[in-house]
């Protein structure tokens, strides 16, 4: 079973710095799914099992507000946990997002050890993918 | 004529006497399973999600984890003629200590295998009751498919899923 | 006032044999050796007989069969025949059905065991020096139980009500509704059988781990997170159910870690079936 994670931010460069950052922290994901703003990502969620997303606030198209409030309203998706990485330090969005279902907030610019805690107290400490077989596992079929 | 469905445990069956029983569900997850057509009902009770955990421990018991046993439930009935599209789906369980959150939630971590595996197998579960503090007991029956649920300091009730 | 008749009914429950109440002493006490309660208990035939058995069952593995106390101290070790000693003195009052716990027979007894034995576990993988109290008052912890259910079973309504509605723990709704709640109970107990202060402090304090016992950090943490690897499992799981607080210091303390919780839930379950069979015996069955 591998770990799929998500991270979706307008700018390509900020998502292969957290890309890098999970990687560093030791995290076995099976796969990074990016996308560049909430509409993107409610895609994509609907296309592949994420077990974790990654999303700033500030986007086009859908912000990170509101796209956390509609995977929450989604049964297929509401049970995944949100990380919000965001340079919006303000008391009025770290409240708003964690009322929306965030399960974390992390402010940038952020230290590899931030980002390494928060997935370490939402997902546990091994994320392993023994068998090492990405794609979809025989046994594991029914 | 009583099946018990005991921790680490799966039990299907097509005997029209038989009652599907599993106990105390308090963070383990129990996934019920009953074809209408061909009458059968199967009854999974695991207690931790992942097998990678130990390897050996799921060589002996692939009970014991959710992306384990929840395979082998279901072709489990299919043996006995059930058909993926035919079955419904009950998902009991996964309670969690008070203020628990994140942390050590092995009752959260037994609930999303669960969905990951569903998810990947197209399966929708037809009736969930997860999470809260409390422990739940689900009795099946072979014959109709009637279940009924007893939540910790509550009276049975029948659940509509059928 | 209902407070006093509930304590009074502390004297109602079968008192443990003298042999039971010897070793109890011995257990309790710091200054004394262990090897005294071979002394103590070859003269009880029964409790012999009965600790002969379960030291023979399938949980000790042991490839011998154990016929006398002596051989058994020999391979089981004092700490582990110190426990089983307990096990057999302290059954009687915990082996039957609490309805209002919604527990049938058995079940509390069984809850007692497990978590002693995993309580024994964590204690022996730290070299803990105090095991067979901490055995002694895992088994004994809920004890208080025994005495609240038919006020339990009363008050039900308003008891529930308290912890679905304003999320308390069940502890906290018992203390609320009957004015104890048992734990307190059981360390009133463990009082009056004359158990260390050390161990009183454990039982009154076996959902509160916050409480530091003086000089020595580990054995309510270590209780704490057998009861907690039992309530997960389901195991004692009456009406109560998980409805008590979870520490993550708890788990800090000990340096625990989720993986290391996984791996004691499922090591326990491989004994499973050997606990139960040692539940079989000790229950009188």
């Not at chain 2, 279901?74 to 789906?89: H, I, M, S």
């Not at chain 3, 580990?218 to 209780?223: A, N, R, Y």
Request: hydrophobic share 40%; net charge negative; charged share 25%.
């Amino acid at each position: 079973m591998s770990f799929n994670v998500l991270i979706v931010d307008d700018s390509s460069s900020m998502r292969a710095v957290i890309k890098k950052t999970i990687r560093l922290s030791g995290f076995d994901v099976g796969e990074y799914l990016e996308a560049g703003d909430g509409r993107e990502a409610l895609e994509l969620l609907s296309n592949k099992w994420v077990d974790l997303v990654l999303s700033d606030i500030n986007m086009p198209n859908m912000n990170g507000l509101e796209f956390i409030a509609e995977m929450k309203k989604n049964e297929l998706f509401s049970s995944i946990p949100v990380i919000m990485v965001t340079t919006e330090g303000s008391e009025k969005n770290i409240q708003e997002s964690i009322r929306l279902g965030a399960s974390k907030y992390i402010k940038k610019p952020f230290l590899p050890e931030d980002i390494k805690k928060a997935m370490h107290s939402l997902v546990g400490e091994e994320v392993r993918d023994v068998r090492g077989d990405k794609e979809s596992d025989a046994s594991g079929d029914f | 004529m009583e099946i018990v469905v005991g921790v680490g445990d799966m039990k299907v069956s097509n005997n029209p006497e038989a009652v599907i029983i599993t106990y105390a569900l308090g963070s383990c997850i129990g996934v019920a399973i009953y074809d209408p057509f061909v009458k059968v009902g199967g009854v999974l009770h695991y207690m931790l999600p992942e097998s990678s955990l130990d390897p050996g421990k799921a060589g002996k018991n692939p009970f014991m984890f959710g992306d384990t046993g929840i395979p082998l439930l279901f072709k489990e009935t299919y043996k006995y003629g059930a058909t993926k599209n035919r079955l419904k789906v009950m998902v009991l369980g996964g309670a969690q200590i008070l203020d628990q959150g994140g942390l050590f939630n092995i009752g959260n971590r037994n609930h999303t295998i669960l969905r990951k595996m569903f998810w990947k197998n197209n399966v929708t579960a037809s009736f969930e009751d997860v999470g809260g503090v409390v422990n739940r007991t689900l009795k099946l029956e072979v014959k109709t498919g009637e279940a009924l649920l007893k939540i910790s300091g509550n009276e049975s009730r029948k659940i509509p899923w059928i | 006032m209902d407070l006093d008749i509930i304590i009074r009914k502390i004297d109602s429950l079968s008192p443990v044999s003298v042999t039971g109440s010897k070793v109890m002493e011995i257990i309790s006490n710091p200054e004394s050796s262990l090897g005294e309660i071979v002394d103590v208990i070859k003269y009880d035939q029964g409790l012999t007989a009965n600790l002969l058995r379960l030291c023979n069952s399938a949980y000790f593995g042991l490839r011998v069969k154990v016929e006398s106390i002596s051989q058994a101290v020999a391979y089981l070790g004092l700490t582990k025949v110190a426990g089983v000693v307990m096990m057999a003195s302290l059954s009687k009052n915990l082996t039957a059905a609490q309805k209002g716990y919604d527990l049938n027979e058995g079940e509390l007894w069984k809850y007692a065991v497990s978590s002693a034995l995993i309580v024994q576990s964590l204690a022996e993988k730290r070299n803990l020096g105090n095991i067979p109290c901490l055995f002694t008052s895992a088994l004994l912890k809920d004890i208080g139980k025994v005495i609240l259910s038919t006020h339990i079973r009363d008050a039900f309504q308003q008891i529930i009500i308290k912890v679905q509605k304003e999320g308390l723990t069940f502890l906290e709704a018992e203390k609320e509704v009957l004015g104890i709640d048992h734990a307190e109970l059981g360390a009133m107990v463990a009082e009056k059988w004359r158990f260390s202060p050390e161990m009183v402090f454990i039982i009154r304090n076996h959902h509160d781990p916050m409480k530091i016992l003086i000089g020595d950090d580990l054995s309510i943490p270590i209780i704490y997170l057998a009861d907690t690897v039992c309530m997960m499992v389901g195991i004692g799981g009456g009406a109560d159910g998980l409805a008590y607080r979870y520490y993550q210091e708890v788990m800090d303390r000990l340096d625990f870690t989720e993986l290391d919780l996984q791996k004691t839930i499922a090591d326990f379950w491989e004994k499973n079936k050997s606990v139960e069979e040692m539940i079989n015996i000790s229950g009188g069955h």
